[in-house]
């Protein structure tokens, strides 16, 4: 029963890290690839240190009982790959509700300075500061079409 309980309040408080992990990335700007490694690494790591903390509770692998020190390891095992793939989930709701995912290129600099190996990084940018619907549609605003209908230019009146 303890078991169950570690692993439920490791269930809360993995999502509840992935939560707020998602505001420290956009104040950060870290790339959004980097962060999903990063945060399944430290859900796993996490997740290993209370799997061997409660192995060790049980009375370890060369003095527990071998069917409940098994039966702990592989379904911990499992939970710990779920709650990984659950929290990199979350991760990818959180984001898409909070922020927009905006990607860019990363200027050539001179080669024989040094070269980058990424051509492009993916950081989030607030929804507000994108698409800022109030602006668009309060009542003193005018919208008018440029010469070639190819776009809509928006002006106060």
Not at 19 to 33: A, C, E, G, L, R
Not at 103 to 114: A, Y
């Amino acid at each position: 029963m303890s078991t169950v309980i570690l692993f439920i309040t490791y269930i809360l408080i993995s999502m509840i890290f992935t939560w707020k992990y998602v505001d420290f990335i956009k104040q950060k700007q870290w790339d959004i690839k980097s962060a999903r490694i990063l945060l399944a690494i430290f859900i796993a790591i996490i997740g290993l240190l209370l799997l061997s903390i409660r192995v060790a509770i049980l009375g370890g692998i060369e003095d527990g009982e071998k069917n409940v020190v098994n039966l702990t390891l592989i379904l911990g095992t499992l939970i710990i790959l779920v709650i990984v793939l659950l929290s990199l989930a979350v991760m990818h709701l959180v984001r898409k509700m909070k922020y927009m995912q905006v990607t860019f290129k990363i200027p050539l600099n001179d080669p024989s300075k040094g070269s980058l190996l990424e051509n492009s990084m993916t950081c989030l940018v607030d929804r507000n500061e994108v698409l800022n619907v109030q602006k668009i549609f309060s009542k003193d605003k005018k919208i008018k079409k440029n010469s070639d209908n190819k776009y809509e230019v928006i002006e106060q009146k």
